[in-house]
């Protein structure tokens, strides 16, 4: 996809391997730490691999083109590859829907590089692979968040001439076990 020449060989960002797979679990996990969140929950690289391999979607429907029966993932994964086969980074995202724009998107959930990876170039060669994931797909633009403490990564993505909008992200886990709540449609009464 892209290279960047390090002195001793090229660095390049593909697209994620099956092999890959385990180093991706570590690299989520040293991400996750570097954003001071809680380690990733057990059992990480099977529900990765259903995503980004599988071919499905959330709910296990064929991800693909209407009418197709090519199966696309629901997750993409690139990772920067150092010219010893070390991946060093990664970068995840997915197609999304804005409501206000009525278009889809394409969201980058996540962009992490090894502290000692950060600032030979990788970063850019990422998110140039971000970029042509979209224009593959269709999508005129991308989105993501960043904590507002992570001055670095601001810098960076405000060197890419990215915009930045103030909002907070929650979260609200859902018990899958609890019934759903009744509404005038759900009971029949057509009101």
Same mark, same amino acid.
């Given at each position: 996809?892209?290279?960047?020449?390090?002195?001793?060989?090229?660095? &390049?960002? +593909?697209?994620?391997?099956?092999?890959?797979?385990?180093? &991706?679990?570590?690299? &989520?996990?040293?991400? @996750?730490?570097?954003?001071?969140?809680?380690?990733?929950?057990?059992?990480?690289?099977t529900?990765?691999?259903?995503?980004?391999?599988?071919?499905?979607?959330?709910?296990g429907?064929?991800?693909?083109?209407?009418?197709?029966?090519?199966?696309?993932?629901?997750?993409? *994964?690139?990772?920067?590859?150092?010219?010893?086969?070390?991946?060093?980074?990664? @970068?995840? *995202?997915?197609?999304?829907?804005?409501?206000?724009?009525?278009?889809?998107?394409?969201?980058?959930? *996540?962009?992490?590089?090894?502290?000692?990876?950060?600032?030979?170039?990788?970063?850019?060669?990422?998110?140039?692979?971000? +970029?042509?994931?979209?224009?593959?797909?269709?999508?005129t633009?991308?989105?993501?968040?960043?904590? @507002?403490?992570?001055?670095? @990564?601001? +810098?960076?993505?405000?060197?890419?001439?990215?915009?930045?909008?103030?909002?907070?992200?929650?979260?609200?886990? &859902?018990?899958?076990?609890?019934?759903?709540?009744?509404?005038?449609?759900?009971?029949?009464?057509?009101?």
């Amino acid at each position: 996809m892209s290279e960047r020449d390090g002195g001793g060989g090229r660095a &390049v960002v +593909r697209r994620a391997r099956a092999e890959d797979l385990g180093r &991706v679990v570590e690299l &989520v996990a040293e991400h @996750a730490e570097y954003e001071k969140s809680a380690p990733p929950a057990p059992g990480l690289a099977t529900r990765l691999a259903g995503l980004l391999f599988g071919g499905e979607g959330p709910g296990g429907e064929p991800q693909g083109p209407p009418g197709s029966t090519e199966a696309l993932p629901r997750l993409r *994964c690139l990772v920067a590859e150092l010219p010893d086969g070390s991946l060093a980074g990664y @970068a995840t *995202c997915a197609p999304e829907l804005s409501t206000w724009d009525g278009v889809a998107y394409l969201h980058m959930d *996540c962009l992490y590089l090894t502290s000692t990876a950060r600032g030979h170039g990788l970063g850019p060669l990422l998110m140039d692979a971000v +970029r042509a994931e979209a224009r593959a797909l269709g999508l005129t633009e991308i989105q993501w968040q960043t904590p @507002a403490w992570n001055e670095g @990564a601001i +810098r960076f993505y405000d060197r890419l001439g990215a915009t930045s909008k103030e909002k907070r992200r929650y979260t609200l886990p &859902v018990d899958p076990a609890a019934p759903a709540p009744a509404s005038d449609s759900a009971s029949g009464d057509g009101e």
